[in-house]
C-alpha cells in the first residue's frame, strides 16, 4: 500500500497531479485546498490508495488533517472518493469540523454532490469528528465535552447547541457552568 510520495511534478491540473517518483510517473487526485498550497515542483504528499475493480487511484494531502478529513468522510455510506475530495475541496479541516460541530445542513448542501439526505446521514455519522492540532480545534472539543454533559443531564441537542454558541468559557467545567445558568432562565 502507497502511503506517501516525494517527487517532482510534471504537470498540475487543478484536482490532478502527475508526480515523477524516480522515473515512475503518478496520477494523483488532490482537492482545490491541497493543489493551491502546492507552489514548489518538489513536493511530499501523504496518500490514501483506493483499490477497486476497474482503477487504483491515488489521493495527495499536502495536510495530515485533510487526510484525515479524506479518510473519515469516505467511509460513510453513500460518499464516494469524488464527493470525499469535493467536501476537502469546499472545506478545510476546521471549518468543517466546526460544520459538523453546528450541525450545519445547509453548509454541507454546497458541495457538488451531497444533497439534504447525504447532508443528514454525514452529520448523524460524523457528530464529535474532532481535527488535531490547534487551538481553534481545543475550543472545538471543549465545546463538544460540554454539549456530551449537558445531554446527559437531559437538555434537548438543539437547545444545548443553541445555548453553547453564546456562552464565552475557556474550559470545560466553566462552559457547562455557564450553559446551564442560561438554561435555568
Do not use: W
Amino acid at each position: 500500500m502507497i502511503i506517501g510520495l516525494i517527487g517532482k511534478i510534471l504537470k498540475k491540473e487543478p484536482t490532478i497531479i502527475q508526480l515523477n517518483v524516480n522515473g515512475v510517473i503518478y496520477e494523483v487526485f488532490v482537492s482545490l485546498n491541497c493543489s493551491s498550497k502546492i507552489i514548489s515542483d518538489d513536493v511530499k504528499l501523504e496518500i490514501t490508495e483506493i483499490i477497486r475493480e476497474d482503477a487504483h487511484s491515488l489521493y495527495g494531502f499536502l495536510d495530515s488533517n485533510e487526510k484525515k478529513l479524506f479518510d473519515t468522510v469516505i467511509k460513510i455510506n453513500g460518499v464516494g472518493p469524488k464527493v470525499a475530495l469535493a467536501i476537502c475541496s469546499t472545506f478545510t479541516p476546521t471549518s468543517f469540523s466546526q460544520i459538523i460541530t453546528n450541525h450545519d445542513i445547509n453548509m454541507l448542501k454546497r458541495v457538488p454532490g451531497i444533497g439534504p439526505k447525504g447532508a443528514s446521514r454525514i452529520l448523524v455519522e460524523l457528530s464529535g469528528f474532532i481535527v488535531d492540532g490547534s487551538n481553534q480545534d481545543e475550543a472545538t472539543n471543549i465545546n463538544l465535552e460540554a454539549s456530551m454533559a449537558l445531554e446527559s443531564l437531559g437538555f434537548k441537542k438543539d437547545l444545548v447547541t443553541t445555548v453553547l454558541k453564546s456562552c464565552t468559557s475557556a474550559t470545560t467545567s466553566e462552559l457547562v457552568r455557564e450553559a446551564l445558568r442560561k438554561l435555568q432562565k
